[in-house]
């Protein structure tokens, strides 16, 4: 079975540039979730899917990124304008159904994305 | 707000020595805890879970944890490490609210280096 799958694994923007960075998920996990990690911080949650609807988005750092899911296959995360603060680790994560409660449902991660933003 | 700690940044341990990486967790209610490594070059994979039950946790490749609710703590533990445990170690942890979102909080991550 396939993992996670992201592209590109890294891309080098100016300042300015704009960035889509694309997540493929499990097929059939309905779950999908943006996480970042900036140089030297802890992995921070940036928004969850379920299916093509934004569950939560309370971590998206402001109105330059945009995260969309048609279809509720893959995702995209475009960054429009990019910054230097936006430099860092993109990953994606995916799982089953996070409310069936006989049992945790693992998120499955994919490599993530480079963005480095000069 | 919600915040887990890792108290160790840099571990260097030799083979066969033992390892605990401490992780604390902001404040109480329920909690679903996690241990994740990301060997060099690969993903993020899973090392264990606790959802409920025993707190004592087994996990791959002769990992525990152990859930210490009185502490919010659960740090990761394994009696001889290899060299191959060579990782970043980063414990997660998500509150339940009932709700449909389980977003993982995670700690700065511990870089362990184990010398042959």
């Known amino acids: 079975e396939a993992g996670v799958t992201q592209f590109p694994s890294h891309s080098v923007i100016e300042k300015g540039q704009t960035v889509t960075l694309r997540c493929d998920p499990i097929?059939?996990?309905?779950?999908l979730y943006w996480y970042r990690r900036v140089m030297g911080k802890e992995i921070k949650f940036l928004l969850h899917?379920?299916?093509?609807?934004?569950?939560?988005e309370s971590g998206m750092p402001n109105n330059r990124f945009l995260a969309e899911r048609t279809g509720g296959t893959y995702s995209t995360l475009k960054v429009q304008p990019a910054e230097l603060e936006d430099s860092g680790v993109y990953f994606c994560?995916?799982?089953?159904?996070?409310?069936?409660?006989?049992?945790?449902?693992?998120?499955?991660f994919g490599p993530g994305t480079r963005l480095t933003v000069l | 707000a919600q915040s887990v700690s890792q108290h160790n940044h840099h571990v260097i341990l030799s083979e066969a020595a033992s390892l605990e990486l401490g992780c604390n967790y902001s404040?109480?209610?329920?909690?679903?805890l996690f241990w994740y490594v990301q060997y060099p070059g690969q993903h993020l994979q899973l090392l264990l879970k606790?959802?409920?039950?025993?707190?004592l946790v087994k996990g791959i490749k002769g990992f525990e944890a152990e859930f210490i609710k009185s502490k919010f703590s659960f740090n990761l533990r394994k009696p001889s490490v290899q060299w191959s445990d060579t990782a970043e170690y980063f414990c997660?942890?998500?509150?339940?609210?009932?709700?449909?979102?389980?977003?993982?909080?995670f700690g700065t991550g511990t870089l362990l280096a184990v010398q042959p």
């Open positions: 994560a995916s799982s089953q159904d996070p409310r069936e409660k006989t049992s945790y449902n693992e998120q499955f």
């Open positions: 097929s059939g996990h309905d779950n």
């Open positions: 899917f379920v299916k093509e609807s934004k569950q939560d």
């Open positions: 404040y109480g209610g329920t909690v679903n």
């Open positions: 606790y959802f409920s039950g025993d707190p």
């Open positions: 997660a942890v998500s509150w339940d609210y009932g709700g449909a979102t389980n977003k993982l909080i």
